[in-house]
């Protein structure tokens, strides 16, 4: 890793990103919008809590700047320092005020996957797990593993938003998408070369939304009936 370039890269975010970039969070549950990104930024993503760009001098990082007030920058900064160097998660080079640079994940998100049809082998998933387990080992609890944070790369599989894994309250979503991955897509969607277009998978993280929620309430009621 060359730290000069590092510096410089670090120099350039501070002033020619950071003071000019806007982006806002207009609705906790959708992605954040980036209303402004200066020449010659590039967006590379947009998750709920934050935007990702990339500078095309600097190909090799990125940078995750989160929207304003949007809560989770520490915690990811302690995140990265428990996880280390592990080839399935990114790396953290520098934090400060909001923003990380971290190591770029070449890839395409799950997510992107099923919209673009591109066939998910097993191993990818296989990858992700394994990751999982360690970021176990280093004392973290993987939360929010979702089709938009984790990546194919070249048939292996990448976890690249790890910012709530040190949240300890139980999350399904692995185990759901890994269920959805081997009783629809490998029987059904990945043979037919079936591709679901983006206002579909809306429904789908919507509903999905909104059926945790009832099955959160219900286990609340039923909680209180047994307990009675
Ligand atoms: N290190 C990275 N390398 C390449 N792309 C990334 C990286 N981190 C994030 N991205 C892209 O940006 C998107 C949003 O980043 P994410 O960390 O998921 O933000 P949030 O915490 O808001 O959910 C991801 O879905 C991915 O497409
Ligand atoms: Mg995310």
Redesign the pocket.
Known sequence: MDRSLIDQLIETVHQELIPKLQIESIDPHD??KISYLPYPWQK?????????V?HPDYPNW?V?I??PG?P?FEE?VEVYRRLGSHPAF?ECLYATEGFLI??????V?L??CIQRGLRIPKKVIKDIDQALDYARRQGLYPH?VHG??V?MYQGRGLV?????FLDEEKCSKWNNLKRAYYWLYRPIFSPLRLRLPYFFLDIVRKSYRLLSKLKKFCDRILYKIYRN
């Open positions: 992605p954040v590379l993503g947009a998750g709920n809590y934050a935007a990702v990339y990125v995750k989160y929207a949007r989770g990811e990114s971290l190591k770029r994940l070449h890839g998100t997510y992107d929010d938009r944070n990546m690249v938003d790890i910012s709530d």
